[in-house]
């Protein structure tokens, strides 16, 4: 898997995955911050955008950041 640089605004989040722990992010933040971000979301194509598979506080971190792109792995689908 390569890792790629995605525009933020290009990733959709799945309802799922939006319960976000409010008082991990900004400490998340000053780490990507001062460290870069150490691992890369998790996500997969669908539908003209990309699907949040991992990653929803490094997301949020980096939007907090004013970042325009994060990197990421683009994972396939599960197969139900």
Known sequence: MRIV?????EIYIPAAKKALREDEIEPLAEDILENGLQN?????EGK???????????L?????LGEDFIAA????ARKG
């Not at 890369?40 to 997969?44: A, D, K, Q």
């Not at 003209?48 to 490094?58: K, N, P």
């Not at 792995?73 to 396939?76: D, E, L, N």
């Open 5 to 9: 640089d995605i525009k933020i605004d």
């Open 40 to 44: 890369p979301i998790y996500v997969r």
């Open 48 to 58: 003209g955008r990309y699907v949040l598979q991992e990653g929803a506080h490094r």
């Open 60 to 64: 949020a971190a980096t939007k907090m």
């Open 73 to 76: 792995k683009i994972v396939q």
